[in-house]
């Protein structure tokens, strides 16, 4: 984790997964093993710990951009109009476009983790009339 995570965090982050499932060891190599099913939270649900995950991830895309050349990460921002009523549906095209570059990308042997954020925030208010 780029040396911003201690290795007693590591730890129980690895014993956390282990015995949720989410990890394996193999019997034969006591290496790790990512089981083939993903973690991920149940959608729209508030959370305390997840809120803090989002913001840890969002510090590591910051310090990215002084610690990573441009060829080693991709930072996108685009700003855009559309419906407020298609934001369910938006909110599950991006759902999809997740689980796709998953099921394209994931290597189960990969040489290394990158970590994928994406954000869709809105940027304006209702303004009362006067």
Known sequence: MREKVSTEDIKKTINAFLSYGGLH???ETNQLIKEETSFLSREDIPSATLR?????MLQR??????EQGVLE???ISWVFSFKKSDLPALKQHLRNFRNSVDDKFYAKKGDCVYQLNLQL????VEIEDQ
């Open 61 to 66: 895309a910051l310090e990215s951009i002084d």
């Open 73 to 75: 990460r991709e930072l």
């Open 52 to 56: 803090t995950h989002h913001k840890q």
């Open 121 to 124: 925030f809105e940027h304006t």
């Open 25 to 27: 060891r193999d019997p």
